[in-house]
Structures are given as structure tokens and as C-alpha cells.
């Protein structure tokens, strides 16, 4: 069978290196310059920063397995430091116990092992998709069933075009703007990697000491963190111009860590627009028995890297499966 994948996130990458191993052909189109979607990692004036998903917890499902039997690889980080709470920026040790992971040079690593040995298009974005002879066509080339794993919004887009009806409608993915700032400064002693406000009322919601995260993610004496901003002040302040953005969030952290943090050395604004589903479809509903055309979409199971793992394994299988 040779399947045709849309999009080089976990979910696409999961499905086609699932497919690739049981001996399909499979060839994963991909929009971007390189692989990961939404785990992404920015490298700048000696910092490294994760973009997207900041760390990797695998809850005891599939990508268990693989990061920790069959990647092998001495660039994964186990992250040693909880998360903790703040509200108010008042700070709290947390309760989470859940073991996570990233990659010393940046959580695309994982995506990156992932795709070794696929063929992946890069800079394709597929806009539409024919039918032809009970088969399918991207770009010319023939395919007997595809993947479509990009967010749930842009899959619903090519779905429609294709005339295939899935309820998808329900799903809704937040904003997010997450800022990403180099600092000269070393960071006082913290007992956490990251700060999390569980009621979602400040504006930070989430505060992420990437040099405290794992190794190398910052030059000798610096640090390098990324503050996720909440749904709401993403929706709000999604246009808002960079430079007053940075400003905010640097008041906020100077408030936590002192006046040596007043003003970044280096710094860069990502606006998210599907960052992770608030609601999600129903995986059978979306995929019916027999389509040669399936969702692989963290819009289906939840809005963590481990989903879009699962997500994309169980696709996999279940074209496998009925083939
Ligand atoms: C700010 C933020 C913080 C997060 N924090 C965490 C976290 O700490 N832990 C965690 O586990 N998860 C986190 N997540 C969620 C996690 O990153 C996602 O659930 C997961 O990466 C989704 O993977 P995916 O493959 O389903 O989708 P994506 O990563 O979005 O991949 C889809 C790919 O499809 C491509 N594409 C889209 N349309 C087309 C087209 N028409 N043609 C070709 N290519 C196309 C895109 O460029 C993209 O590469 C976070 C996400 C964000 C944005």
C-alpha cells in the first residue's frame, strides 16, 4: 500500500514510521522547512528554546516504549526539577509527580528520530487533494489512502475539499503566545523547572526555566526561559506589537527573580494559533470503517505530545488493519 501523509508533526511521523516498518511506501508532505509542527525548538545567541510543547511526560502510553527502549540516544533529559504553582506570582511547590523528558538540544530532536529514514517533502504544503480512479493524488503522485494530521481547523479545510463530511465541528483549539527570552543573568536557586498557574488567571499562565530544564539550553552564566501566555490574553493581545509584549512578560519575571532581569539580551515572539484542543471529536466517529482516507489529529485524543503518538499509531493500525 503506499499512503500519502499531510503534515510532519508526532502524529504524521508516528503514522508513517508505524507504516514504513511493516513495509508500505509512505511519503509525509510537509508545509514547513522542517519537521515537528508543534514541537519546535529556536536556537539564538547561545540559547535554546522549545517553541511549542516545552516537555515530553509519556503517562505510560506508546512513546514510553520508544523513548525509553528504542531511541537510542544520550540527548534525552530526564528533567529532574517538579513543575510548581504560582498564583499572583506568589510561587507554591505543585503536586505533580508525573516523570517528564526533553532533549538537551531541543525537543525537535524527538521529531528529527522520528523521521530518520521517511521520505518527508518539506516545503510542500498540500492544498488540495484529487480523487482519481478510486485512488488519491497530491502533487501528481498516486496514493491509496491518505493521512491528514495537521490541527483539526486546517484537516477540516481539505476534508471539505474532497467532499468528505466528518464531525469534526466541535473541536476548538486555544491561542497561544509563547514568549522566548535570553537572559546574561544567572537565575537564583529554584526547586523547579517551571511554573504553572492552574487557576489560568494571570496572564502567564506557564513559565518554563529552559536552562534549568535540561543542559546546554543557555550560554555559560545566562538563562534562557519561555512564558506561555493564557487562552484569554492570547485571544486578546494575539496582535498585540512584540515589543510590548516583552515587556509585560520581562515585568513579570523581573518581579519573580530580581532587577538583573529587567532586560533580555535576546528574545522572540511565537503566536500559536491552534496550540492544543479545548474540545475534542470522537476518533471512530471521524474515521469510519473502511475509509481510505483517515485523521490523524491530536484534535481526536488530546492536546499532548503522547496523544499525538497514539494517534498516530492507532491510524496506522487501523488502515493496516483493513487492508
Ligand atoms: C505553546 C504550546 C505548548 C504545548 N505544550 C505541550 C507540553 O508541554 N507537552 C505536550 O505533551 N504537548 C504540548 N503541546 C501540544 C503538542 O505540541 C501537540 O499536541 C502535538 O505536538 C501535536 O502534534 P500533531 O502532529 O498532531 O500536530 P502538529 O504538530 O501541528 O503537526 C501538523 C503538521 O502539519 C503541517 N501542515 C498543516 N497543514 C498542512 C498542509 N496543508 N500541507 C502540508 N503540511 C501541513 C504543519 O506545518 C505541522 O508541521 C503544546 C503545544 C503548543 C503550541
Redesign the pocket.
Known amino acids: 500500500m503506499k499512503v500519502g501523509i499531510?503534515?510532519?508533526?508526532?502524529?504524521?511521523?508516528s503514522a508513517a514510521r508505524q507504516l514504513h516498518y511493516n513495509g508500505h511506501k509512505v511519503v509525509v508532505?510537509?508545509?514547513?522547512a522542517s519537521?515537528?509542527?508543534?514541537?519546535s525548538t529556536i536556537k539564538k545567541d547561545g540559547f535554546v528554546w522549545d517553541?511549542?510543547?516545552?516537555?515530553?511526560?509519556p503517562r505510560g502510553k506508546r512513546i514510553e516504549r520508544f523513548l525509553l527502549e528504542e531511541l537510542h540516544t544520550e540527548d534525552l533529559v530526564k528533567i529532574e526539577k517538579p513543575i510548581y504553582v504560582h498564583s499572583g506570582l506568589r510561587v507554591s511547590p505543585g503536586s505533580n509527580g508525573t516523570p517528564r523528558y526533553t532533549f538537551a538540544g531541543g525537543n525537535v530532536v524527538l521529531a528529527q528520530k522520528l523521521a530518520e529514514g521517511l521520505d518527508i517533502r518539506l516545503n510542500?504544503?498540500?492544498?488540495e487533494i484529487e480523487r482519481a480512479n478510486g485512488r488519491f493524488q497530491i502533487e501528481d503522485e498516486g496514493f491509496d489512502a491518505i493521512i491528514l494530521?495537521?490541527?483539526i481547523p486546517?484537516t477540516s479545510l481539505?476534508l471539505w475539499r474532497l467532499g468528505e463530511n466528518r464531525p469534526t465541528g466541535n473541536v476548538r483549539y486555544r491561542p497561544?503566545l509563547?514568549l522566548l527570552l535570553g537572559y546574561d543573568a544567572p537565575l537564583p536557586r529554584t526547586q523547579y523547572h517551571a511554573l504553572l498557574d492552574t487557576e489560568q488567571l494571570h496572564p502567564m499562565t506557564w513559565l518554563c526555566l529552559e536552562s534549568v530544564k535540561a543542559p546546554g539550553r543557555a550560554p555559560e552564566g545566562g538563562t534562557a526561559l519561555v512564558a506561555?501566555l493564557s487562552a484569554t490574553y492570547s485571544h486578546v493581545q494575539y496582535e498585540q506589537d512584540d515589543q510590548f509584549l516583552v515587556q509585560t512578560v520581562t515585568g513579570f519575571v523581573e518581579r519573580l527573580y530580581g532587577p538583573s532581569f529587567q532586560s533580555p539580551k535576546s528574545w522572540n515572539v511565537i503566536r500559536?494559533k491552534?496550540?492544543?484542543p479545548e474540545s475534542l471529536a470522537t476518533f471512530e466517529n471521524v474515521n469510519p470503517k473502511g475509509s481510505r482516507i483517515l485523521v490523524?489529529?491530536?484534535g481526536l485524543v488530546g492536546?499532548?505530545?503522547?496523544?499525538?503518538f497514539e494517534?498516530?499509531t492507532r491510524t496506522a493500525s487501523l488502515l493496516v488493519e483493513e487492508d
Open positions: 499531510v503534515g510532519a508533526g508526532i502524529s504524521g511521523l508532505f510537509e508545509r514547513a519537521v515537528g509542527g508543534r514541537v517553541t511549542g510543547a516545552t516537555s515530553i511526560a510542500q504544503n498540500v492544498d494530521s495537521a490541527p486546517q481539505l497561544c509563547s506561555q500559536w491552534y496550540s492544543q490523524a489529529s491530536d492536546g499532548h505530545i503522547e496523544d499525538a494517534v498516530g
